[in-house]
C-alpha cells in the first residue's frame, strides 16, 4: 500500500519561531510537492522538487525554504513563522513523467498564534 | 494566469446524478485530475482525462472537452459518504508533474 506521511496532525507555534514539517514516501517517486490549503483558495503550490537536492518555487514561496537531501523524504521549513501562515499543509509525491496521479498525506494543521 | 475555475458549493438528494463542472485556460494543457476530499483528510485520486470524451469508473464518469477548457465530474446513484469537496486540478506542460488546483467544490448530499 503506497504511503506518504507527515511528521505531525497538528502543529501550534509562536510567531517568530521556526518550523519544520517533515513529509516521508514510500514509493521511490522522483517528484515531491508542497502546498498550503486555504478555504476559499483550494490547493496553492509553495515548493515542489524533482530530484534529490533539487528545488523549484511554486506559486506562493515567500515565507518559506525546503530541503530534499534523501530521495524519500522532502522538508518544509518556516524560517520565522507568522500568523499568515496558519493553515493546512499538504505533502504530495508523483513519478516524473508519468500521467499518475499525486499521492497525498493526511496534511498538518499548522496554527501560528 | 492559469486559472481553474469550479462552482463552490452544491447541494444534491441521495440516489440522483449530479455533474460538476471544472474550466480552465486551454493554453499548455497536458492532463486533467479529479480528486476527492473529505472533511480533515487527503485528497484521493478519482479520474484522469487528457484526451476528450467520457471516462467512466464505476458511479463516477469524468468528461474533457479540450478545444472549450471544461470538463465535469459526474456522479450517480449519489449516497451520503460522497459529500465531500471535489478537486479539478490541471497538468500543463512544462514537466514534473506539476498541477493547478480549482478551489473545489463542496458537495453536500442530502436524504
Known amino acids: 500500500d503506497v504511503k506518504v506521511t507527515q511528521s505531525s496532525r497538528y502543529l501550534v507555534k509562536r510567531t517568530g519561531e521556526k518550523v519544520f514539517l517533515e513529509c516521508v514516501q514510500d514509493?521511490?517517486?522522483?517528484?515531491m510537492f508542497w502546498y498550503r490549503q486555504d478555504p476559499g483558495l483550494g490547493l496553492r503550490l509553495i515548493y515542489f522538487s524533482y530530484d534529490v537536492k533539487m528545488k523549484e518555487k511554486g506559486d506562493i514561496p515567500e515565507g518559506y525554504s525546503v530541503s530534499r537531501e534523501k530521495k524519500e523524504r522532502f522538508s518544509l521549513i518556516l524560517e520565522s513563522a507568522s500568523t499568515n501562515q496558519t493553515s493546512m499543509y499538504l505533502c504530495?509525491?508523483?513519478?516524473?513523467?508519468?500521467?499518475?496521479?499525486?499521492?497525498f498525506g493526511p496534511g498538518t494543521r499548522l496554527t501560528v498564534l | 494566469g492559469q486559472n481553474i475555475d469550479q462552482p463552490t458549493e452544491m447541494t444534491a438528494t441521495e440516489g440522483a446524478i449530479v455533474q460538476i463542472n471544472c474550466t480552465y485556460q486551454?493554453?499548455?494543457?497536458?492532463?486533467l485530475f479529479w480528486y476527492q476530499q473529505h472533511a480533515g483528510e487527503a485528497p484521493t485520486f478519482l479520474s484522469y482525462?487528457?484526451?476528450?470524451g467520457l471516462e467512466e469508473k464505476g458511479r463516477f464518469s469524468s468528461f474533457l472537452s479540450r478545444s472549450k477548457g471544461y470538463s465535469y465530474l459526474l456522479l450517480k446513484e449519489l449516497q451520503m459518504k460522497d459529500s465531500a469537496s471535489y478537486l479539478c486540478?490541471?497538468?500543463?506542460?512544462?514537466?514534473?508533474?506539476?498541477?493547478?488546483f480549482g478551489a473545489g467544490t463542496r458537495l453536500a448530499v442530502h436524504p
Open positions: 486540478a490541471v497538468r500543463f506542460s512544462g514537466g514534473y508533474n506539476k498541477l493547478i
Open positions: 504530495a509525491s508523483s513519478p516524473r513523467w508519468s500521467a499518475d496521479e499525486q499521492f
Open positions: 486551454t493554453s499548455g494543457f497536458n492532463g
Open positions: 482525462n487528457v484526451l476528450d
Open positions: 514509493m521511490d517517486h522522483e517528484n
